[in-house]
């Protein structure tokens, strides 16, 4: 059973930055960050292939980066520049599977409890 616990959230002042991990026990192959806002879906914000290649949501694009320590077994979210609008419940997501797009939440197993991101302007 792969596990995942988020670390790193907080509240913040736009333009500030933050960084989140998460620590993967377990084998997997795929692992993005989603996040969800207050009474809408979780949407993918940024993954990560262990065979290489990452991708990003356009809006996070050139603040974001997603990047990962397999030494440790840590998955990273390194957010910039953050905005108010960045404000939502961020999860980490993995999956051993290669099916999909990065962005469906359906493509993921395993999901942690979440941590949560607070930017205020």
């Known amino acids: 059973q792969v596990q995942l616990a988020e670390s790193g959230g907080g509240s913040v002042q736009a333009g500030g930055s933050l960084r989140l991990s998460c620590e993967i026990s377990?084998?997997?192959?795929?692992m993005a960050w989603f996040r969800q806002f207050l009474g809408s879906e979780r949407k993918g914000v940024a993954g990560?292939?262990?065979?290489?290649?990452?991708w990003y949501t356009d809006s996070v694009k050139g603040r974001f980066t997603i990047s990962r320590d397999s030494a440790k077994n840590l998955l990273f979210l390194h957010m910039n520049n953050l905005k108010p609008e960045d404000t939502a419940m961020y999860y980490c997501?993995?999956?051993?599977?290669?099916?999909?797009?990065?962005?469906?939440?359906?493509?993921?197993?395993?999901w942690g409890q979440g941590t949560q991101v607070t930017v205020s302007s």
């Open positions: 990560l292939h262990t065979g290489g290649g990452t």
């Open positions: 997501a993995a999956t051993r599977d290669n099916g999909g797009n990065w962005w469906w939440p359906t493509v993921y197993n395993y």
């Open positions: 377990g084998n997997v192959i795929r």
